[in-house]
């Protein structure tokens, strides 16, 4: 009896140990939904304050690209290649002065305030989830033919981006 007190004793510690406990993000949220969508990119704090838009796209059931990008305020587009990318792990660039006037005036398109929070359909699970904050709204889409057009030209005008520094492949 005492050896299976001390193997079901030795199982317990293991199970306990291989626990890992990570700290829980929404306690290190400053920015509201903001910073959720740049946990990956970095934890910087200034990079948070100064977004002025993120995208987060996110696995779907096949080889969809999964990747992290914040355009800070001095037009700084910070990337992160997560998986199924041309270009894996953090860069960063500086946008133009032309592009940046052109990403700022498709935002303002955007009007966040009359947008939905979710363009997702729960039943097509199998599609990736892309979170789009601007203005300290996240909207989350996974079918696109639901989201307004607005919201469309911000991602098409990020991810033109990305295709133009290699960051993706076609």
């Known amino acids: 009896k005492l050896n299976i007190m001390k193997k079901s004793i030795l199982i317990l510690l293991l199970a306990f140990a291989a626990c890992k406990t990570t700290p829980d993000t929404k306690n290190l949220n400053v920015d509201g939904n903001l910073f959720n969508v740049l946990e990956g990119i970095t ?3 200034k990079v948070v304050e100064t ?12 080889d969809c690209p999964e990747f992290e990008v914040a355009i800070t ?6 990337y992160n290649g997560l998986k199924n990318v041309a270009s894996l792990g953090k860069h960063q660039l500086k946008l133009s002065t032309k592009q ?8 303002k398109e955007a009007n966040t305030v009359s947008l939905s929070p979710s ?15 601007i203005n300290d709204t996240t909207i989350k889409i996974n079918l ?5 057009e607005s919201l469309i030209n911000v991602y098409t005008f990020i991810e033109d981006l990305l295709y133009d520094q290699k960051y993706l492949e076609e």
């Open 43 to 45: 934890k910087s704090k």
């Open 51 to 62: 977004a002025l838009v993120t995208i987060k796209k996110e696995a779907c059931a096949g």
């Open 73 to 78: 305020k001095d037009s700084i587009l910070n």
């Open 100 to 107: 940046f006037l052109k990403l700022e005036n498709i935002l």
């Open 119 to 133: 363009y997702v359909d729960d039943t097509k699970s199998f599609l990736p989830i892309t979170k789009i904050s």
């Open 144 to 148: 696109w033919k639901d989201a307004p």
